[in-house]
């Protein structure tokens, strides 16, 4: 089964998390964060809740979440949060970015809160927190060092059980898991479905979805239009 289904001919999709079984689970983390007692433990609970709300709240893909910069973050981290009018979380992805900024760094602008409730800011600092604790590194990458998405899958699965477990009428008891879910396509899925649901506007989403187009660029000028050729984050 599982060589069927790396040559394509067994299709099944990740399904989409919904945004309420992604408040369970952010409920649960918040829980499981009070009661833990190490940074170790204290380090993997932050790690769980930055993958799943930055990931749902900006549309990555699992892969492009391992992009995502320690250092680049926190050079921006205060200076985003101290905003004198819109204070925000700015994190920042590793990568081929260098014809944008002269720097191989985008920067995800991210509100601290959601309107559904997905707590941004509180992740990220509790991340930045840890991690520096965790590993007394100021480098690397923000999910820790050799950071691998597949790697969160069994805990995305425990939460969801437990989600399963304690709120059938958010996640059906038919629904299996772990066949169903995963970081490599779910948290996007569910974003996308999110976005739809809200009636966001397409330009909105094109913007937040702006560094792709940066990257498969490889340097050269990426094609815009040019309402996204002369928007600056910065002044927005």
């Known amino acids: 089964e599982g060589a069927h289904r790396r040559m394509g001919d067994t299709k099944r999709p990740d399904r989409a998390i919904t945004i309420d079984e992604m408040l369970k689970c952010q409920e649960l983390l918040e829980t499981d964060w009070k009661q833990a007692s190490s940074k170790e433990e204290r380090f993997g609970l932050a790690k769980m809740g930055v993958a799943l709300c930055v990931g749902y709240s900006s549309g990555l893909r699992g892969e492009e979440l391992a992009k995502m910069s320690l250092g680049g973050t926190l050079a921006v981290f205060k200076e985003s949060v101290n905003h004198p009018r819109f204070p925000h979380v700015t994190v920042a992805l590793r990568g081929r970015f260098k014809g944008e900024t002269g720097e191989k760094n985008h920067h995800l602008i991210l509100v601290p809160v959601t ?22 590194t100021v480098t690397g990458q923000l999910l820790g060092p050799k950071a691998r998405i597949r790697d969160l ?84």
Not at 115 to 136: I, M, P
Not at 205 to 217: L, P
């Open 153 to 236: 899958d069994p805990h995305l699965h425990g939460l969801l059980r437990r989600v399963q477990r304690l709120w059938p009428e958010v996640l059906g008891p038919s629904v299996d898991i772990e066949v169903s879910y995963s970081f490599g396509r779910s948290i996007r899925r569910g974003s996308t479905a999110q976005a739809q649901n809200v009636r966001l506007p397409r330009e909105v989403i094109e913007a937040n979805q702006r560094w792709r187009k940066v990257e498969r660029a490889k340097g050269k000028t990426p094609g815009f239009g040019m309402m996204e050729t002369y928007t600056d984050v910065r002044a927005c």
């Open 115 to 136: 309107r559904s409730g997905l707590g941004n800011l509180t992740w990220v600092r509790r991340l930045l927190v840890t991690q520096a604790k965790a590993f007394d």
